[in-house]
T-cell receptor, first 108, second 113 residues
């Protein structure tokens, strides 16, 4: 079982819709959770982090964490074509462990 | 967030040769990290570099293949030695700041022919 699992996608949503990206992790000792965006040919950039159960909102982005279910998600509201990228879920258990990423395409 | 400069940004190398990748940070950091991202895959941690001590390598990575230097708190190098086509990948350096978020350099896209 992979430490951090994501659907590889691609996930395609129309412009203005909500994109929902999901991630599960295997280690219950995981302490913190991160979402990174990676444009093609670029390095990952941090979008959000979350430590506590529940929701955390930042602009159009909402991270959701459910430690009991070992599940973390990222919602992108009012999706824009510029949101088209690969989204990496990362979990910290000591070291940072990354999922394989979900490729999101937002169609105009 | 830290500004991380990584070079070269890309290179095409002959098999059997070595390439050294440099990573410069605009502030002092305790640990620097080196990752590999193979095509279509996620990031895999190669090693953690602390200033003044030997790097700590992850399972599957060895010092002879990926020697790392960390001469001071703002700089590190990763060498990919005796390269083969399987080493073709993106190599990223990273530092952690704030509440342990990771920040990345621009990456080095390596192609071995």
């Amino acid at each position: 079982q992979k430490e951090v699992e994501q659907n590889s996608g691609p996930l395609s949503v129309p412009e203005g819709a909500i994109a929902s990206l999901n991630c599960t992790y295997s280690d219950r000792g995981s302490q913190s959770f991160f979402w990174y965006r990676q444009y093609s040919g670029k390095s990952p950039e941090l979008i959000m982090f979350i430590y506590s159960n529940g929701d955390k909102e930042d602009g159009r982005f909402t991270a959701q964490l459910n430690k009991a279910s070992q599940y973390v998600s990222l919602l992108i509201r009012d999706s824009q074509p510029s949101d088209s990228a690969t989204y990496l879920c990362a979990v910290r258990v000591g070291d940072m462990r990354f999922g394989a990423g979900t490729r999101l395409t937002v169609k105009p | 967030s830290a500004v991380i400069s990584q070079k070269p940004s890309r290179d095409i190398c002959q098999r059997g040769t070595s390439l050294t990748i440099q990573c410069q940070v605009d502030s002092q950091v305790t640990m620097m990290f080196w990752y590999r991202q193979q095509p279509g895959q996620s990031l895999t941690l190669i090693a953690t570099a602390n200033q003044g001590s030997e790097a700590t390598y992850e399972s599957g990575f060895v010092i002879d293949k990926f020697p790392i230097s960390r001469p001071n708190l703002t700089f590190s190098t990763l060498t990919v030695s005796n390269m083969s086509p399987e080493d073709s990948s993106i190599y990223l350096c990273s530092v952690e700041q704030g509440v342990a978020e990771a920040f990345f350099g621009q990456g080095t896209r390596l192609t071995v022919v």
